[in-house]
């Protein structure tokens, strides 16, 4: 039987099966930018009363029946557009399934193609994706309809799984900036405490050379036993000011001294607040006055 009465026989038989379907010839425009004048069929597929119906146009290849022909879902005419990463339609509508990958002559025609496009999308409609397909029995379901459904439930999940590990990809790289962060600031801390440390043990150099030379100076000098004698007795006023000065001195702090005294008492409960406040206004009079002299010495010196 020649190619033009088998086409012949395939468009009766679809249009027979599936009436909705017209024949038409248009031009069709290969992804090489080659342009033919085919056959083709298009119409409306109604997959079931509760989805939107699903245009389609069938292109019929110039090799057909040897090769496949081309399905395309027309969404120009429709309220609703392709949902967006469908696993056997692209964006441009181009349509795809196990029943054309695996398109044999002699087994596969259009009204089978067609029968497949109804399992196809009664279970991944176009327009409407229900979340849950229904499942028929396994006894009812073919090799290629069992085939697409595994697709696009691994499609789904693949689609469910890259979306999490792009989550946590956006959580790392936000971890991994923050830690960069964080590392510099460490970085700069650790120099200044480098440069900190560097200060102390000069400073320690310093102190202990210091300590040195006053110990030596104490050897050479200690005529009259100064080491052995109380701090106190050891700075002397050369004058009636510098003695009078020291002694406003030492007043300054035995004040300060009692000052904190009382207030540690006051905390504890020893002494009452009427007290305390007694105390510290008299302490505090005398310290401003033992202040005030302390200056008045100090500018006239100068």
């Known amino acids: 039987m020649s190619e033009k009465w088998i086409i012949r026989e395939h468009f009766i038989s679809m249009f027979q099966d599936f009436p909705s379907f017209k024949p038409s010839i248009g031009t069709f425009t290969h992804n090489d930018g080659t342009e033919v004048t085919l056959l083709n069929a298009n119409g409306e597929l109604c997959v079931s009363k509760d989805v939107p119906v699903v245009p389609l146009t069938i292109w019929l290849h110039e090799l057909y029946p040897q090769t496949a022909p081309m399905v395309y879902v027309d969404s120009t005419g429709s309220m609703y557009p392709i949902y967006q990463d469908h696993p056997f339609i692209d964006s441009s509508g181009a349509t795809t399934s196990s029943y054309l990958e695996n398109w044999v002559f002699s087994k596969c025609d259009l009204s089978g193609l067609v029968r497949d496009l109804v399992k196809l999308f009664s279970y991944n409609n176009p327009f409407y994706y229900s ?135 006051v905390e504890e409960g020893v002494v009452s607040f009427q007290v305390y406040i007694k105390q510290v206004r008299v302490l505090a009079r005398e310290q401003f006055f033992c202040r005030a002299k302390r200056e008045k010495i100090g500018s006239e010196t100068n």
């Open 131 to 265: 979340g849950v397909p229904a499942c028929s029995h396994p006894s009812t379901v073919s090799k290629m309809e069992a085939m697409d459904r595994l697709t696009s439930t691994i499609l789904h999940d693949m689609e469910a799984i890259t979306a999490m590990h792009e989550e946590e990809m956006m959580n790392i790289s936000g971890l991994v900036v923050e830690l960069e962060r964080r590392g510099e600031v460490m970085e700069k801390v650790t120099f200044e405490l480098e440069l900190e440390m560097e200060r102390l043990g000069d400073r320690t150099k310093d102190l202990y050379g210091g300590r040195d030379r006053l110990l030596n100076w104490l050897r050479c000098n200690d005529k009259s036993g100064i080491v052995n004698c109380e701090i106190d007795d050891i700075f002397e006023g050369c004058d009636k000011k510098s003695h009078l000065l020291i002694d406003l001195e030492a007043n300054d702090s035995a004040i300060e001294d009692l000052m904190y005294v009382l207030d540690e008492a």
